[in-house]
């Protein structure tokens, strides 16, 4: 783990898409980050040690999802299955296969493994998941503001992690999609699905995969703004939670009450013509109860001593 200073920053933005707004002051204390997302090396561990089973590894309880087709109803996880042919961007159906026997051992369903890809972020992770290892490991998941303080590596202000420029000098500095997604990935960062949790350069904090390779769980409910008191000027929120369980429901869907979390970072399925999500800033709503192929997590830890000398 990494010590992360803590300190006043902007966070959000009113810039972009209308669930960063409004840009607004936070303060946070200081606390220790994961260097890198969990890796598939570090959630085997948690699961020998434990016994610990996945959510997509246990077919879905029928009383919790009614009107579903009983034959929906098997153990599995999102996959991105990309199609051929460019497609209507606004139906995920197009690009996303619920794929039964998916999961973190099994990454692209059936016939895979992850015999290769230790260094990788672990994904198929709900957020009980990501919350049961992180009190196994003895810690936490940061909450949004923790989050993209640390994200923004001391860069107050800034586009991206690393400064103004997606891609200075034409350098790929994180796991992204170049290409017109989701039918067309030209490869240009070198990587088409997830990535070595080093393989880009760390931000100023030391903190590698900040943005892009896998979405990352916070402990925040989801809501569609930033809360509204937090824009105002008489003072500045500090170590702010977003969000009620109550208000975090998708409107969309109101037959079917799932609570969501903020998530933060992108993944490598960002791209500039689809989901420009690769900005500290920039937010999402994943159900917690839904594992994909491009959402992970990491820990952190809120003390002021070392999480090395913490006692057995």
């Known amino acids: 783990m990494l010590f992360i200073p803590g300190g006043t920053f902007r966070m959000g933005s009113d810039r972009h898409y209308p669930e960063e707004a409004p840009a607004h002051r936070v303060t946070v204390d200081r606390f220790w980050m994961d260097r890198t997302p969990v890796t598939n090396r570090q959630f085997k561990e948690f699961v020998r040690a434990t016994g610990h089973v996945t959510f997509a590894e246990v077919a879905p309880d029928p009383k919790n ?17 990309p199609p051929a042919r460019p497609v209507d961007l606004r139906d995920w159906s197009q690009w996303w296969s619920l794929m ?15 015999n290769a890809l230790d260094n990788h972020p672990v994904v198929h992770v709900t957020f009980s998941d990501a919350l049961a290892y992180a009190r196994w490991a003895g810690k936490a998941l940061p909450s949004e503001a923790e989050w993209e303080f640390a994200a923004r590596g001391g860069l107050d202000g800034a586009e991206y992690a690393w400064g103004e420029e997606l891609a200075p000098g034409n350098r790929h500095l994180a796991n992204t ?41 916070t402990e925040d409910w989801y809501s569609a703004r930033h809360e509204a008191d937090a824009a105002k000027a008489c003072c500045i929120p500090v170590n702010p939670r977003g969000g009620r369980e109550d ?37 999402h709503a994943e159900p917690v ?22 006692e057995e």
């Open 289 to 310: 109860d839904t594992s994909t192929s491009h959402v992970g997590f990491r820990c952190v830890w809120r003390s002021l001593s070392d999480p090395l000398q913490r």
């Open 247 to 283: 208000a975090s429901y998708d409107p969309g869907l109101p037959e079917i009450r799932i609570p969501r979390k903020v998530i933060k970072g992108g993944s490598h399925l960002c791209a500039p013509s689809y989901c420009r999500r690769y900005r500290p800033a920039a937010r």
């Open 177 to 217: 999609w170049q290409g017109n997604f989701p039918h067309e990935n030209s490869n240009q960062d070198g990587f088409e699905r997830t990535s070595p949790v080093t393989a880009f350069p760390p931000n100023g904090y030391g903190l590698h995969d900040m943005i892009g390779n896998v979405w990352e769980w």
């Open 65 to 81: 999802y009614p009107g579903t087709k009983p034959d929906m109803l098997y153990a599995g996880s999102l996959v991105f299955t």
């Open 100 to 114: 039964q026997g998916a999961n973190w051992r099994r990454p692209y369903g059936p016939g895979s493994n992850i």
